[in-house]
């Protein structure tokens, strides 16, 4: 029996409904949410992902403003405009597009964006306290991982999950995240990646595998036992079709893992939408905490 599909899409769209209310109630009160988005150069990418965020915003009445400088912009130049939007108060988020150009140091800009406006969840603050499991913003693609588990019905209390990759962006946040006495927690962890001797007799042992290294299909059904829930992170481009559009491929081999999986994420439409929409989630809190509501 195939493995239930878990659609980033849809849960994305019941979180955005949820935000979109909880937006036009704040302003009831004469909250505004703001985000501000920064980008550095022409990167295309870059640009597809500042421009989904903006609109997504807009659709759920955040006030978003796009902030677009030259390739040579000055690393204290980009530092001068990050402190005019920690002082400002309309600007509750703001959130520093990566990759920057390599003239600038990208930790030296995300340490100088202000902890309570850290809406990606990467300042070192935010990292402290998520390792300490107290109130802060958590990073996007992971807390976007746990409400997809969550509202999915899947039990993680006591489950073997096993990540393949140790990003600062994925990996260890997930580890982290997932170990904790939460929701979508109490689970028992490994970490695996690139010096991880026998990755296969892990990932066979994994009730829940969250991949997330950037190799299209690297993991196969042979690699997975009966049952597993699979969330994929990866997006890789492994092609384009005739019209020009790109071909997508996650980290898992979808065809065949899902024959054996009982829930899995596909690639596009799984963890993708859910990391803006916490983007989203992550301003409006900044606004009730400026707000001192929460």
Known sequence: MAAQIISGVEIAKTIRAELKEEVAGLKEKNIVPGLVTILVGEDPASQSYVSAKNKTA????????????????????????????????????????????????????????????????????????????????????????LEMLIRSGIETSGKEVVILGRSNIVGKPMANLMLQKRKAGNATITLCHTRTADTDFHTRRADILIAAVGVPNLVKADQVKDGVVIIDVGVNRIGKTESGKAILAGDVEFESVKEKASFITPVPGGVGPMTITMLMKNTVQAAKQAAGII
Request: charged share 25%; with cysteine; net charge negative.
């Open 58 to 145: 807009k659709e759920l009445g955040i006030n978003s403003e796009q902030i677009t400088l030259p390739v040579d912009t000055t690393e204290e130049d980009l530092l001068a405009l990050v402190d005019k939007c920690n002082k400002d108060k309309k600007v509750n988020g703001i959130l520093v597009q990566l990759p920057l150009p390599k003239h600038i140091n990208e930790a030296k800009i995300l340490y100088a964006i202000d902890p309570d406006k850290d809406v990606d969840g990467f300042h070192p603050v935010n990292v402290g306290k998520m390792v300490l499991g107290e109130q802060c913003f958590l990073p996007c693609t992971p807390h976007g991982i």
